[in-house]
């Protein structure tokens, strides 16, 4: 699962904890979207009046269900050439890795980041185990997700009654590109130690 460096920073730091993802080709009728006795495991059932009156009908999960692992892809770069050769070093425990993360990476370096759809897996340092997954409406989002997200707010107001930080959500990463209506896979999710 790919993340800009601003979000790995807040996973770091332990302050981002759920993640939205679009909803691939959802069906324009469906009015909502859950959970039944006839979801498959993986799955959303989303539901709506159709031109053929009632409808359901399924959509897979592209990043998988609660207790499943996603690894962390992020800008980065490699001081080796090679990356057969940096991969060797990156896990030799005894030499300093070639690989770098411009999440950490806080002064313009001039180094050429790579982006994170072009990160091999055995590079990631980050690893999650989904927690929940559930499928909401972007707009819909509250202020306790908006915290969970990563996204604080600076009033003095407790979360629950606060709600600057959802609009800086809807302002932020979402603004140009999705309507509040477009519906949203909600990744709950706790960080790992990397698997063996």
């Known amino acids: 699962m790919s993340f800009g460096s601003e979000?790995?920073?807040?996973?770091?730091?332990?302050?981002?904890?759920?993640?939205?993802?679009?909803?691939?080709?959802?069906?324009?009728?469906?009015?909502?979207?859950?959970?039944?006795?006839?979801?498959?495991?993986?799955?959303?059932?989303?539901?709506g009046a159709s031109s053929r009156g009632y409808g359901e009908t399924f959509s897979k999960s592209d990043y998988g269900v609660d207790g499943?692992?996603?690894?962390?892809?992020?800008?980065?770069?490699?001081?080796?050439?090679?990356?057969?050769?940096?991969?060797?070093?990156?896990?030799?425990?005894?030499?300093?890795s070639p690989i770098y993360y411009r999440a950490r990476v806080h002064e313009d370096t001039g180094l050429d980041w790579k982006v994170p759809s072009k990160m091999p897996k055995w590079m990631a340092r980050i690893w999650l185990e989904i927690t929940e997954v559930s499928v909401v409406r972007l707009g819909d989002i509250k202020p306790r997700d908006a915290w969970a997200e990563g996204y604080?707010?600076?009033?003095?107001?407790?979360?629950?009654?606060?709600?600057?930080?959802?609009?800086?959500?809807?302002?932020?990463?979402?603004?140009?590109?999705?309507?509040?209506?477009?519906?949203?896979?909600?990744?709950?999710?706790?960080?790992?130690?990397?698997p063996a």
């Not at 993802?21 to 006795?37: D, L, M």
């Not at 892809?73 to 300093?96: N, P, T, V």
């Open 152 to 194: 604080y707010c600076s009033c003095t107001r407790p979360v629950p009654q606060c709600a600057g930080n959802s609009e800086a959500f809807l302002a932020g990463e979402w603004a140009s590109s999705k309507k509040p209506t477009d519906w949203v896979w909600v990744y709950q999710f706790k960080r790992v130690e990397r």
């Open 68 to 96: 499943d692992l996603l690894w962390v892809r992020e800008f980065w770069c490699s001081m080796e050439r090679d990356l057969k050769s940096a991969r060797s070093q990156h896990e030799d425990a005894m030499s300093d």
């Open 7 to 47: 979000m790995v920073e807040r996973i770091l730091a332990g302050r981002k904890t759920q993640t939205r993802r679009i909803v691939k080709e959802p069906p324009a009728w469906a009015e909502r979207a859950g959970f039944s006795a006839f979801t498959p495991r993986g799955f959303v059932s989303f539901r």
